[in-house]
């Protein structure tokens, strides 16, 4: 297994003296929720790293002598998301960079017949894309000199530039994929580690959803698919708390607020002969306590809707409400997307909504009774793929090794014993409730 180490970065006002590791429980504050729920989560849960203990390194004046005794070959993995902290003059690529010169004169000193190998994985969850004099700031072309080419990459969570939104059309501008040619210093392409299924949700899914399953059922296995959804579409969005404020950057929210809009129209309207049932509120705490924290109010709702709809931001592409709706086992409507994650096709698994019209058009299509079963279908196809093609630790053995490595299998409940029961009750009453013994 790849070794791989997760580097903390905490700007401190003092000399670090010696080592500082904690464990990762202890130092969540100090990495961006992404770096907590996709790459740690990740290393750990995949059986091709060894996943050392995260270190902290508190800041540039940090002592010379301070070394990261790395004898083997190892792969440190950087948080770039705040490149600089100005309130401190931190700067996260001078810092690897001194620490990083001062562990390769160490393994330089070892009597090996091989000299350990280091490397430096930058990641960056930004919701924008950094500049070019971000990603290649002076100190990491220096770090690129010092472990040579190929041995410092560059990781991004999204990938679409030029994404807006129009007032004109009320509809967004899509954007394109950016341009991930890194050679002005990386000389390798910079690598792709979209959102995933969040473990902590997906583990919670499987606890709780079958308080939610239909006893009366002659299936054999059950999914979260399978669950009674007696709520027709849900958007979780609070229209209220953003209005005014949909260009600001907390929000970015006019698309949302639409979708939102489209969506409470349809409420009490009819479906075929199926009268709607809609909600388009927030049923639990949003922001870096829904990041980091399972609220089981939300996963109830997900669970109980038929479809649910989410709209990426005015500016950016991808989050983690994509995959929080798959994991709920509803069908998935979104807005169109330029980087739409890997096994999702429209139509298939996922239905994308071109236009708010469209939006309103699909949903009295999908929530028709007559289109039960085709949008059971789709949901059951979208679950798989997301439960067996992006999990964290997909993803990162996507960025290690170039493609998954592991197997992942799909949560679910046998109710073979109960049919089994229901078999034998039957077959009592077939025989006046004699039983035959064969000898």
């Known amino acids: 297994p790849a070794r791989v180490r997760v580097l903390l970065m905490k700007p401190k006002k003092r000399k670090m003296r010696a080592r500082e590791v904690q464990t990762p429980n202890a130092a969540m504050s100090l990495l961006g929720d992404e770096m907590i729920n996709i790459v740690l989560d990740g290393l750990q849960r995949s059986p091709y790293f060894e996943s050392l203990e995260p270190t902290i390194v508190n800041d540039l004046k940090i002592s010379p002598d301070f070394v990261l005794e790395e004898s083997n070959d190892v792969t440190w993995v950087v948080d770039s998301r705040n490149l600089t902290l ?4 931190f700067s996260v690529d001078g810092t690897v960079l001194q620490v990083a010169k001062a562990t390769v004169k160490y393994q330089e000193s070892l009597k090996a017949a091989k ?3 280091l490397s430096v994985v930058f990641v960056d969850y930004h919701d924008k894309l950094a500049g070019r004099s971000a990603m290649c700031s002076p100190e990491r072309e220096e770090l690129i000199k010092l472990l040579g080419v190929g041995n410092v990459r560059h990781v991004v969570g999204k990938v679409v530039a030029g994404r807006s939104w129009n007032n004109v059309t009320e509809w967004t501008e899509r954007g394109t994929i950016w341009d991930n040619k890194d050679h002005q210093c990386f000389q390798k392409p910079t690598l792709r580690a979209p959102y995933t299924v969040r473990s902590d949700y997906a583990e919670t899914v499987e606890k709780i959803f079958p308080r939610f399953l239909d006893n009366s059922t002659n299936k054999i296995k059950l999914t979260p698919v399978d669950t009674v959804r007696p709520f027709d579409v849900a958007h979780y969005w609070d229209q209220e708390r953003a209005e005014g404020r949909e260009n600001e950057y907390r929000y970015f929210s006019n698309l949302r607020s639409a979708v939102s809009a489209v969506v409470s129209s349809l409420n009490g309207t009819m479906a075929g002969n199926r009268k709607i049932k809609t909600l388009a509120a927030t049923v639990s705490e949003g922001g870096s306590i829904g990041r980091t924290g399972v609220n089981e109010a939300y996963l109830e709702s997900l669970l109980t809707t038929k479809i649910v709809v989410v709209a990426q931001r005015d500016i950016w592409e991808d989050h983690y409400r994509l995959f929080e709706a798959f994991v709920g086992g509803a069908m998935v409507m979104t ?11 429209d139509g298939e698994n996922v239905i994308m909504y071109k ?16 289109q039960d ?3 059971l279908e789709i949901a059951r196809k979208g679950y798989e793929v997301a439960m067996t093609q992006h999990r964290s630790h997909h993803r990162m053995e996507e960025v290690f090794y170039g493609k998954r490595l592991s197997k992942s299998t799909i949560p679910s409940i046998s109710t073979q014993p109960k049919q089994q029961q229901r078999n034998r009750n039957r077959a009592s009453v077939a025989t006046g409730g004699k039983t035959n013994h064969v000898a």
């Not at 100005?86 to 003059?89: A, C, D, E, F, G």
């Not at 236009?355 to 929530?367: I, T």
């Open 355 to 370: 236009s708010l019209d469209n939006l309103k058009e699909m949903l009295l299509h999908y929530l028709d009774p007559k």
């Open 335 to 345: 807005d169109l997307m330029i980087s739409l994650p890997s096994g999702l096709v």
């Open 115 to 117: 000299k350990p190998s």
């Open 86 to 89: 100005p309130t401190y003059n």
């Open 373 to 375: 079963e085709a949008r």
